[in-house]
């Protein structure tokens, strides 16, 4: 689909100035600070993909995890690795720049993915959340029901929305008047920023956006709180305390996730932002864009046990490869 964004500068130039470029202002600081803060992101980000590589090996060569729920797993870790390279390496390079500048296709084409990536990441988390629904609640079906090829279709189903459900209205922004000033006061190219930018209104453009946004949020948010509101309830009738333990374990694990998640974006783009200061919006993103990749492999494995074994024997056969 990149031929969508091979030059996304609006076609109807005239005698008007049309910037060819964005500054992203990032973080404000002295050169201490900007350093701090790249050893900081730099740190993060090789974490991420240590920790979220580590789930992807685990699932891909323990057989005791080739189960629905960890081939789920496995997908969701692969997308949180594409989901933090959609900000974290330009925003590396973006500290140590002087001019802090980014192309318009490279902004467009950062916006794009960014919240394709998110909408994926919703639909992550509801599939996930159906799985457990139907583990617990429906125990002698689960195995007829959630196949491999089942799975396999909700994962396809789960890429293809995402990076098909953008592109026609981001190309329609990328194609409004930005005259000047170039300036964004933030880390990514981001909805709120560049319609801020724009030298024309556009409502209809605006209102399909966010129409669309807010649907994916709020029906896969529903569905999420209905299952557990259903597993939980399911949970609380089985007389066994070990059975009702682990069933806590993997499901508590699925909504820490969801709620730092969600917590963090329905706080950014559903309740109003007017009254939020932009460092705090700045941290707000952060904490869903790049703190939640990280922070999942860590809730993931130290909840389960079998992800926790199978982490050990993905660590023991590479310290055996390396001596041998």
Partial sequence: MSFFFLDLRPMNRSATHFVTEFVLLGFPGCWK????????FLVIYVLTL?????????????????????FLLGNFAFLEIWYVSSTVPNMLANILSKTKTISFSGCFLQFYFFFSLGTIECLFLTIMAYDRYLAICRPLHY??????????????LCWL????????????????????????????????SL?????????????????QSSLVLFFTITYILLSYTLLLRAVFQVPSATVQRKAFSTCGSHLAVVSLFYGTVMVMYVSPTYGISTL?????????????????PLIYSLRNKDMKLALRSVLFRMIISQNS
């Fill in 195 to 211: 319609m801020a930018l724009s030298c024309a209104p556009a409502p209809i453009t605006e209102s399909i956006f966010y129409t």
């Fill in 143 to 156: 195995h007829t029901i959630m196949t491999g090829k089942l799975c396999g279709m909700l994962v396809s």
């Fill in 33 to 40: 600070i900007q350093m701090f803060l790249f050893s900081l």
């Fill in 161 to 192: 929305i995402g990076f098909l459900g953008y592109p026609i209205p981001i190309f329609f922004i990328s194609q409004l008047p930005f005259c000047g000033p170039n300036i964004i006061d933030h880390f990514l190219c981001d909805m709120d």
């Fill in 50 to 70: 240590l920790g979220n590589g580590a789930i992807i090996c685990a699932v891909r060569w323990d057989p005791r995890l080739h189960t629905p729920m960890y």
């Fill in 280 to 296: 705090m919006q700045k941290i707000l993103t952060l904490v869903y864009s790049i703190m939640t990749p990280l922070f999942n």
